[in-house]
């Protein structure tokens, strides 16, 4: 082999040049194979008995597979030098291990593969591909080197849940735990039902670590809170804003679909009410935008000209958008203390509107309303939220979707985890 081959490969290897006593290359058919003879080492001494009086006893080769393309149609094999204790008779072998007992995967191989397994774009599949290794073999080193530590509750959590139908277990949604200051999941459980979750904290509750939790945030979903209650026993359940107000906007959407089903399709009410919904429900537009010329309505108008003529198709129309913008203004602005001075009259508002489809929100808002105050507390300076869950489900559908191949639910948990986590790698 050439000079700069054998540089590669002392580099991939992780070798000194005083390590090795040779290194030999033949060519066989469209592949290479390379031998790397380790050099003696100066001072070995006995593992058992710490006797220095050792000898030279022959050697074993083992393979090693890289993940360099430079040495992808090679195959690399590592002579390692045998010894034998003169004193207490042991054998033993050369201690600079490039690779695990009995594999032939090297640790710059295992590395890289771990590394490639935080991107949730990446399959085991497809970075065991990059990795030179077959898929099994990814899957095999993933679960030898990847522990996930216990969980340790911290003061504030999150809980939520995602589909995943592609399981073992009869449900379609998982339950996962975040934790709300670290950005990071805790834990992630098979099932979001009741009987499931009592399962878990059952045995959790006795070593007391739940007492920890301070806060706990989640959706409105009345089996989180009987759990909540039953096992964070000092802790302040608080209702997820987003929630809330995903509640109410879905509310208004089909307020405004009934109105607009009352006129013709082709209906200059049919086509504001259509095409500029989003007037109704985004709040991040310049309203006093510069005027555009629009061929339906036959004028220059801008989108709060718009808007004013949306809410002018129906006094109903009117009512719901003004009432939804004065909790949305409320949840937005409000501290804990006006929270807690102006919600009974915004409840009080929602119920003499009468709407047909802010019934079921206004209920809720009666059946939520100590939670939906806790969600104005602050914890070291923010506000209590499901954000964090939001934003990493994300990651999570994108892991689900790519690993929907994997039933093995433990395998998938520790998946996320460690891609999520970023943590849990320990080579060994």
Same mark, same amino acid.
């Given at each position: 082999?050439?000079? !700069?081959?054998?540089?590669?490969?002392?580099? !991939?290897?992780?070798?000194?040049?005083?390590?090795? /006593?040779? !290194?030999?290359?033949?060519? /066989?058919?469209?592949?290479?194979?390379?031998?790397?003879?380790?050099?003696?080492?100066?001072?070995?001494?006995?593992?058992?008995?710490?006797?220095?009086?050792?000898?030279?006893?022959?050697?074993?080769?083992?393979?090693?597979?890289?993940?360099?393309?430079?040495?992808?149609?090679?195959?690399?094999?590592?002579?390692?030098?045998?010894?034998?204790?003169?004193?207490?008779?042991?054998?033993?072998?050369?201690?600079?291990?490039?690779?695990?007992?009995?594999?032939?995967?090297?640790?710059?191989?295992?590395?890289?593969?771990?590394?490639?397994?935080?991107?949730?774009? =990446?399959?085991?599949?497809?970075?065991?591909?990059?990795?030179?290794?077959?898929?099994?073999?990814?899957?095999? =080193?993933?679960?030898?080197?990847?522990?996930?530590?216990?969980?340790?509750?911290?003061?504030?959590?999150?809980?939520?849940?995602?589909?995943?139908?592609?399981?073992?277990?009869?449900?379609?949604?998982?339950?996962? +735990?975040?934790? +709300?200051?670290?950005?990071?999941?805790?834990?992630?459980?098979?099932?979001?039902?009741?009987?499931? &979750?009592?399962?878990?904290?059952?045995?959790?509750?006795?070593?007391? @670590?739940?007492?920890?939790?301070?806060?706990?945030?989640?959706?409105?979903?009345?089996?989180?809170?009987?759990?909540?209650?039953?096992?964070?026993?000092?802790?302040?359940?608080?209702?997820?804003?987003?929630?809330?107000?995903?509640?109410?906007?879905?509310?208004?959407?089909?307020?405004?679909?009934?109105?607009?089903?009352?006129?013709?399709?082709?209906?200059?009410?049919?086509? =504001?009410?259509?095409?500029?919904? +989003?007037?109704?429900?985004?709040?991040?537009?310049?309203?006093?935008?510069?005027?555009?010329?629009?061929?339906? =309505?036959?004028?220059?108008?801008?989108?709060?000209?718009?808007?004013?003529?949306? &809410?002018?198709?129906?006094?109903?129309?009117?009512?719901?958008?003004?009432?939804? @913008?004065?909790? !949305?203004?409320?949840?937005?602005?409000?501290?804990?203390?006006?929270?807690?001075?102006?919600?009974?009259?915004?409840?009080?508002?929602?119920?003499?509107?009468?709407?047909?489809?802010?019934?079921? +929100?206004?209920?809720?808002?009666?059946?939520?309303? @100590?939670?939906?105050?806790?969600?104005?507390?602050?914890?070291?300076?923010?506000? &209590?939220?499901?954000?964090?869950?939001?934003?990493?489900?994300?990651?999570?559908?994108?892991?689900?979707?790519?690993?929907?191949?994997?039933?093995?639910? @433990?395998?998938?948990?520790?998946?996320?985890?460690?891609?999520?986590?970023?943590?849990?790698?320990?080579?060994?």
């Amino acid at each position: 082999m050439d000079l !700069i081959a054998n540089q590669i490969l002392m580099r !991939i290897l992780g070798l000194r040049n005083e390590e090795i /006593e040779r !290194i030999d290359g033949i060519a /066989e058919d469209k592949t290479v194979k390379i031998t790397v003879t380790l050099a003696k080492r100066e001072k070995e001494c006995c593992p058992v008995c710490g006797s220095i009086g050792i000898s030279s006893n022959g050697f074993y080769t083992k393979r090693i597979i890289l993940s360099d393309e430079n040495f992808r149609d090679t195959k690399v094999f590592l002579r390692v030098r045998r010894y034998l204790c003169r004193d207490c008779k042991s054998g033993f072998s050369d201690g600079r291990n490039l690779s695990p007992t009995n594999s032939s995967v090297s640790y710059a191989v295992i590395m890289k593969l771990m590394d490639l397994l935080k991107d949730p774009h =990446l399959t085991f599949k497809s970075a065991a591909a990059l990795c030179g290794i077959s898929e099994s073999t990814a899957i095999r =080193l993933f679960e030898r080197h990847c522990h996930i530590q216990q969980v340790h509750w911290p003061e504030a959590v999150c809980m939520d849940e995602v589909y995943a139908k592609n399981t073992d277990f009869d449900s379609k949604y998982i339950c996962i +735990f975040y934790d +709300f200051q670290r950005h990071t999941i805790l834990d992630i459980l098979l099932d979001r039902k009741k009987d499931y &979750l009592y399962y878990y904290f059952s045995s959790k509750e006795k070593s007391g @670590e739940l007492l920890n939790v301070k806060y706990v945030c989640m959706d409105m979903n009345m089996t989180y809170r009987y759990i909540a209650k039953k096992y964070f026993k000092k802790a302040v359940i608080c209702a997820d804003s987003f929630h809330v107000v995903k509640q109410l906007n879905d509310s208004f959407s089909k307020v405004r679909i009934r109105i607009m089903k009352r006129y013709d399709s082709s209906s200059t009410e049919y086509y =504001l009410l259509k095409h500029f919904r +989003f007037l109704l429900l985004r709040r991040d537009i310049n309203l006093d935008n510069k005027a555009r010329w629009n061929k339906k =309505l036959g004028q220059y108008i801008n989108y709060r000209g718009l808007l004013e003529r949306i &809410l002018s198709i129906d006094e109903e129309l009117d009512k719901a958008f003004h009432i939804k @913008e004065l909790y !949305i203004n409320f949840n937005i602005s409000s501290s804990y203390l006006e929270a807690k001075r102006d919600i009974d009259a915004i409840i009080d508002r929602f119920r003499r509107e009468d709407i047909p489809e802010y019934r079921e +929100f206004t209920s809720m808002l009666y059946r939520w309303k @100590e939670e939906i105050l806790n969600s104005f507390l602050l914890f070291k300076g923010k506000r &209590l939220n499901n954000g964090v869950a939001e934003n990493i489900n994300s990651t999570v559908s994108l892991i689900l979707y790519n690993t929907k191949g994997i039933r093995n639910h @433990e395998r998938r948990r520790k998946r996320i985890m460690y891609s999520v986590n970023k943590t849990g790698f320990l080579l060994k």
